[in-house]
């Protein structure tokens, strides 16, 4: 059912199988031909899990799958497809080796008389390439062994195994079933006695009894009807009574004359006894799910389900863990159920066979179950990554969530709502185990029997009724006791029961509860889909349909956008974002949208299908506007109607399908024996009636519109292969290892799927790189064509999020031995220990040299010197150092969490590529911790995935700042003095305040005649401002400070704060204290790459030259003419404009466009200093303030003058305010010189829209004459109208100053 269809068999006909309710039926048991064999593939488990451990193969394979250590009636032996009919079916080919394993996952099992014997039902599932799924439903129940040679077999086993072990017992209690019973009672001997004896075979006193299964093979999933058939089937056997017709007629029937049901139809077959019935959704409907919610929710409870369901929705890995093979299948097609209308795109084994465990190394998403051992405990489970994986513990109703979690949107009314549902059908929404301590207690001891809570169990290995072994046992009784008080059934299930006359009256109550499951099923699903149909109500309007056919759309479709993110999670209620933004990220909405898409050109998924009429369906209903989302939950309308076409589907039949018959069989074949399943006749069943069947007309058309619509793709122009190979491609990675093939296991086929993961990795990275770059660089990209503009802080947490998530796969591939939680952290605990220990050789005396990798790099402003000497140290750069800054992090918790910060950190200091080539240089390392085939052995697929990761260096990440902002962070300043024209030590108390983004450290004295400081606090994010000054005390209270620069000693951000002017009293503009605007320095090697991009600078503060030019009178500088002062003043406003109409989170700091070099109050100044008459009135500067103050003057005196025109009374109060700002500036309690004053009116009027009012007051104010020459700007009407019809555009926005820029004034 996997691989690539063999030919056709005589059962292939050309008649309607493909509208067969079941494509096969199987035997699976023991080849008495052949005898006992081991179960090779169980052999090859232990020798991959030996290897896994790194133990020696020789130890684990020394008895060629013999493993004497258990007693031989637990071991695995091999199981055979005995028959299966027909032989084969054109396009479902039989897979003997898949079917065989998943029949019988663990090989035959053999019991004895004393042991339990009850049918086991389980199902599984075979994914085909292409995605497609076959269904298998399977009864194993035990028969007699009536062959002598099995039977001594056995017997030599026996004598072997007893021979080599109760030498030993009592010497040491290793034995396995002795272990078992000391740790019940240790001084329990007698007991003991008897478990040894009972837990033997005597072929004189012992009945062997050996595992059979019978399996249907159907397409679709009808569990309950197949479990019906083949229960009947299974009493048929085992009744005192032969059946009504020998078995071969309810065979030939179900294989070749019951149909599928059409859609929205149910049916009706005949087993042996009685009729069973199926049914199957309409076209408009919900698809066919007939897996009993009902026990997904009461294994998970509510709660641990919908977290689990998250988990699938964003593609981790989930292992779910059970004893029961029927319920991982439960609990995997449960929940792939309800992810309409999205589907699981990557590997999916809801029962991982013992042979494929390997595939639990697989770095790629997957849904697996894995059945537990009896008595393992979660603890002993070696997990290869577990970093972003979901472990979920179904018998123990316990799961383990991944880090870093995003919640499902509107949780808890959803929770609610799915509550509602469940109590209405008697269901506790914390799910029904009994979980109370003492019985999970109770359950870890290893008599996992007397547990049985009446749920499918399985064939177990180690089923002993200890029960009526340990009869009078003390343990017992006390365990029995505390059995019935918590409620737990002792006694077993028993599938046989329901065949006796005493439950005739029972049947339509079975019937009636059955109807409630199919009921509950679908309301249950309809609530998880009204979720998805609200949320994803408008995702057609986002959608980018770029191609013209779909030809040209498949061979670019990796480098196209198809949906618009940005857009669409701009729209969305904030709450939902962070599951959106990750959601919106994986492979199966990716998919969802590649089928809408792919829908122009050929028939639309049926799931896609479904759901587009859903969300026209809510748009009829409520015509809200679509841009318009709510976070207000909207309860699912349509449980009840739901509910009710199941029920008229099972009230009329609508099919009734041929009563099975006689065939034309051998006399004497089919004979019937009661407790064994018969031999079969094969030639009655190999084939179909002949063509003379009601439904073949019917599905030969059905045959024949399937042919022209076969043809017709193949004339869309694309041969069917080059097809299959661009939508393998285009549907990227992991796709086509959906299910490992089951029947070669060889190391060679291990090692090949080995090097797919090693490509999808790096092809992954190569993708992840592009896709961090494209975005980051923004606008720019675009202009250069590459794809859509504009990432979100949120978006680029999502990105970093998901490296974060791949490295760690990368770094768990092919692990030798696992230690944590996180492969990438161990790594580097290892790493640094060897280190720290070269170190302390190299520290010892002697030695003088430093180990490499610890002496690290310098990064950073190459040792700045400026001409007074002063500046700040280089910062040593080393993989190590890093590490201690995060393991100092008191709020990370775990080890994932570690890997995660330390992974932003790198990230943010550009070093993320050169730190894992310096993790990986350490050879014997790499090869200590990782197996040959191992990503991060593979040379060139390495050198190739670190220099993907090098290209980020491209672009900034503040991603470690901004996540971990209550981290403590030391900080180190350092003031640089211009030392040629000022004193180099200073009398006065300087002191420091820096503020950044998150927040500011308060006023700091500076040490005297200390230029550096360190100093430790919360974390400021960027850095913005900072603000300096001194009391002007003593004689030397003059001081000329070039800049000022602050480095964070984690990230080495380092930010300069340029200032060139005078601090003090009497000279320049008489300032004791100043603010400075700050710009993030870029290290020497971002240098060369700005050069190469073109992406503009960042906006500093202003540059000595041009303050100095302004207030110093020599006339030398060149003074920006009329033109170049508009330019500036349109361009700084623009700035502000483009500012706000970015996405908040993107917008960077509106101080900087204030008052850095080119922003606001610059451009105003230069306005205000064009055409002024500075000349020195007896050597004494003139500042603009000093015309503002003048204005102010004349204001206040002339108050009483103008009352005769209209617009006066506005005048007057924008006078009133104008001067009531001035004067709150001057009294205020800071010792800020002139310019400073005039940058805070700027800021203030700016901030409370008074700019436009105040401009043409002081235009038309008379002091100008007197102060500006007739060429002034300001004289100038048409100048000043424009230049307030540019303040006017920035009136519109609401704008928040910086505490620092406006602290103490009060206005």
Known sequence: MSGSGAAPGPGSGSSPAACRFAHYFVLCGIDADSGLEPDELAVLYQWLEADRHGKSQGAANTTSGENFDQSPLRRTFKSKVLAHYPQNIEWNPFDQDAVNMLCMPKGLSFRTQTDNKDPQF????????????????????????????????????YQMHNAEHYSSVYASSSCSMDSLASSLDEGDTTSLLKLQRYNSYDISRDTLYVSKSICLITPLPFMQACKKFLIQLYKAVTSQQPPPLPLESYIHNILYEVPLPPPGRSLKFYGVYEPVICQRPGPSELPLSDYPLREAFELLGLENLVQVFTCVLLEMQILLYSQDYQRLMTVAEGITTLLFPFQWQHVYVPILPASLLHFLDAPVPYLMGLQSKEGTDRSKLELPQEANLCFVDIDNHFIELPEEFPQFPNKVDFIQELSEVLVQFGIPPEGSLHCSESTSKLKNMVLKDLVNDKKNGNVCTNNISMYELLKGNETIARLQALAKRTGVAVEKMDLSASLGEKDKDLKLHCEEAELRDYQLNVQLREVFANRFTQMFADYEAFVIQTAQDMESWLTNREQM?????????????????????????????????????????????????????????????????????????????????????????????????IHPHLLDMKIGQGKYEQGFFPKLQSDVLATGPTNNNRWVSRSATAQRRKERLRQHSEHVGLDNDLREKYMQEARSLGKNLRQPKLSDLSPAVIAQTNCKFVEGLLKECRMKTKRMLVEKMGHEAVELG??????????????????????????????????????????????????????????????????????GIALGPERRKSDSGVMLPTLRVSLIQDMRHIQNMSEIKTDVGRARAWIRLSLEKKLLSQHLKQLLSNQPLTKKLYKRYAFLRCEEEREQFLYHLLSLNAVDYFCFTSVFTTIMIPYRSVIIPIKKLSNAIITSNPWICVSGELGDTGVMQIPKNLLEMTFECQNLGKLTTVQIGHDNSGLLAKWLVDCVMVRNEITGHTYRFPCGRWLGKGIDDGSLERILIGELMTSASDEDLVKQCRTPPQQ?????????????????????????????????????????????????????????ENGLVAALEQVFHHGFKSARIFHKNVFIWDFIEKVVAYFETTDQILDNEDDVLIQKSSCKTFCHYVNAINTAPRNIGKDGKFQILVCLGTRDRLLPQWIPLLAECPAITRMYEESALLRDRMTVNSLIRILQTIQDFTIVLEGSLIKGVDV
């Open 122 to 157: 389980h199902s599984f599932i075979i994914t085909r390439e292409d995605g497609s799924r076959t269904y298998g439903f399977v009864l194993t129940f035990y028969e007699e062994v009536t062959s002598k040679q099995i039977c001594t077999a056995m017997q030599t086993l």
């Open 561 to 657: 956008q198809n949906f618009d993110k940005a857009s669409f999670l701009s729209d969305q209620p904030e709450p939902y974002l962070p599951f959106l933004s990750r959601f919106i990220e994986t492979q199966m909405f990716a998919t969802f949208i590649d089928n809408k898409i792919m829908s122009q050109w050929e028939e639309k998924d049926p799931l896609l299908r479904v759901f587009d009429t859903r969300i026209d369906k809510i748009r009829l209903y409520n015509v809200r506007a679509p841009t318009l989302r709510t976070s207000i939950y909207q309860k699912c309308s349509t449980l009840k109607e739901a509910a009710q076409s199941i029920e008229q589907r099972l009230m009329k039949m609508d099919h009734t399908a």
């Open 786 to 855: 590459h794809g859509e503009a504009n990432i979100t802080g949120l978006e680029e947490n999502t990105l970093i999020a998901s490296l974060c998530d791949l490295l760690e796969r990368i770094w768990s591939h092919g692990l030798q031995v696992k230690q944590g939680k996180s492969a990438l952290w161990s790594h580097l605990i290892q790493f640094q220990d060897r280190e720290e220990k070269q170190e302390h050789l190299a520290e010892s005396p002697g030695m003088t040299s430093l180990s490499p990798s610890t002496e």
């Open 1100 to 1156: 500093k503060s202003p540059t000595t030259a041009r303050r100095l030019s302004i207030t110093s009178l020599t006339g030398k500088n060149n003074k920006p003419n009329a033109g170049q002062i508009q330019e500036g003043i349109g361009e700084a406003v623009n700035n502000i404009v483009k500012h706000f109409h970015k996405p908040e989170k993107e917008r960077g700091s509106l101080t900087v466009l204030l008052c850095g």
